[in-house]
């Protein structure tokens, strides 16, 4: 089984690098699950219903989020209704959605998805490895793909998630700085792992948004509002081909198409 696993898109001009390459990549290297994560898809921070829709219709068969996931109120509804979006588990009891959902490939595999959140320099939600044990703990024996975003903002913390979760998962990806690292590995017990996968949006920018803003910022310190960069984008992520026996990873490898 092949899975694709991608950074988060930003903007309309992620979701239209999603259009304009997905379908072709999944084709072509004949991957059987696509993992996108849509937090900053709809202005570049949070998520519409329509952007999810568009997200889904280029190819993502489950949409993961993040700490910005709570930007548009509509889409508390969604995070109800979709069963093929998830937020990060560890919000506390009460909040909309679900953190894990499990999916069926073409072929009739179940996957499971997880997404947890960090909790350095990030919102004081509930401990991540906690969460991840209870959420195992309750997959469906038949699910044996098991995947993770963990939306995460220091490589320490992701690092400490990979460790923690060899061998009891398929993939720990992580997302949120969307700045694609270098670090795509299998680990020891059988674990494909990548610390960030980058995003999905316009490279000459900052971290997908327009540099002039950020850079106004950072001289003057004062507020500035922040807009997705325009321009085409290109799309990060890991590709991941799994042994269909024991649902470990056998080979990774970086996803970076320019636009």
């Known amino acids: 089984m092949r899975i694709l696993m991608l950074g988060d898109v930003v903007g309309k001009p992620?979701?239209?690098?999603?259009?304009?390459?997905?379908?072709?990549?999944?084709?072509?290297?004949?991957?059987?699950?696509?993992?996108?994560?849509?937090e900053n898809a709809s202005g570049g921070i949070g998520l519409t219903g329509e952007g999810f829709t568009a997200i889904r219709a280029?190819?993502?068969?489950?949409?993961?989020?993040g700490n910005h996931i709570w930007k548009h109120k509509e889409i508390y509804n969604v995070l109800n209704r979709e069963d093929r979006l998830v937020?990060?588990?560890?919000?506390?009891?009460g909040a909309p959605g679900k953190g894990m959902t499990v999916a069926e490939t073409a072929s009739g595999h179940k996957v499971a998805v997880i997404n947890l959140l960090g909790r350095t320099f990030m919102d004081p939600v509930d401990c991540p490895f906690q969460s991840v044990d209870t959420l195992l703990a309750s997959v469906p024996q038949d699910a044996t793909v098991r995947l993770v975003d963990f939306h995460a903002e220091t490589t320490s913390e992701k690092k400490s998630m990979g460790w923690y979760l060899d061998g009891r998962?398929?993939?720990?990806?992580?997302?949120?700085?969307?700045?694609?690292?270098?670090d795509a590995q299998i680990l020891p017990q059988g674990t494909a792992y990548l610390t960030d996968l980058g995003m999905c949006g316009v490279e000459a920018s900052v971290l997908g948004m327009d540099y002039n803003c950020i850079l106004e910022r950072m001289v003057t310190r004062l507020p500035r509002r922040f807009v997705p960069a325009k321009g085409r984008g290109g799309i990060n992520g890991l590709l991941v081909e799994l042994d269909d026996a024991t649902a470990k990873a056998v080979h990774v490898e970086i996803i970076r198409i320019e636009p």
């Open 58 to 65: 280029s190819g993502a068969d489950v949409v993961t989020s």
């Open 169 to 182: 998962v398929s993939v720990m990806a992580g997302t949120h700085t969307h700045v694609q690292t270098n």
């Open 14 to 38: 992620g979701r239209i690098a999603l259009r304009e390459h997905l379908p072709a990549l999944r084709a072509e290297r004949r991957i059987d699950f696509v993992v996108a994560n849509g």
């Open 87 to 93: 937020r990060p588990a560890n919000y506390p009891a």
